[in-house]
């Protein structure tokens, strides 16, 4: 008898749960890269950059072009930077020294970004959130945002 009750009080709990699922569902990702793409324009546009768009979207401006050794998208790299968004407030910075990482183990837009510049180059990374941190917050970070880096390549290791 104590066991049928018990199996009810399970049953009675497992039945009254949330009807809308929200429990085992996870939320759904939202597509930000229209809003983006328009956000990075306009960021261009109002702070008078000259920048590139790759195919992925990412957009970049080399503002001094280094002399070095120029990395792929395998490399371990040393870069000095500072990242924040589009309203300029910063998310994160790192030491002048930099720090020293592979190309494999950060975000796409750094995959592929830091690949356009040469030892010794410094400039902007503009990165859609398909190329950050995607549609969910992570970190501090909303989710959907546009990611800017300064950028200066210190070394190819």
Not at 91 to 102: K, L, M, V
């Amino acid at each position: 008898m104590k066991f049928f009750i018990s199996a009810c009080i399970v049953l009675l709990f497992i039945s009254c749960g949330d009807d809308n699922g929200s429990n085992s569902n996870p939320p759904e990702a939202v597509d930000y890269t229209a809003q983006n793409e328009a956000d990075i324009k306009n960021y261009i546009q109002e702070n008078n950059l000259v920048a590139e768009r790759s195919d992925t979207g990412l957009y970049y401006s080399i503002t001094q072009p280094g002399d070095g050794a120029k990395p792929d998208a395998f490399s371990d790299v040393t870069v000095a930077y500072k990242g924040y968004f589009l309203n300029g407030k910063v998310f994160d910075e790192s030491a002048s020294e930099g720090i020293t990482f592979n190309l494999q183990r950060v975000i796409k837009g750094w995959t592929e970004g830091i690949t356009y510049f040469k030892e010794g180059g410094s400039g902007i990374l503009l990165v859609p959130s398909h190329l950050g941190y995607g549609s969910f917050d992570y970190s501090g970070i909303p989710g959907g945002s546009v990611l800017v880096f300064d950028i200066k390549l210190l070394a190819v290791n």
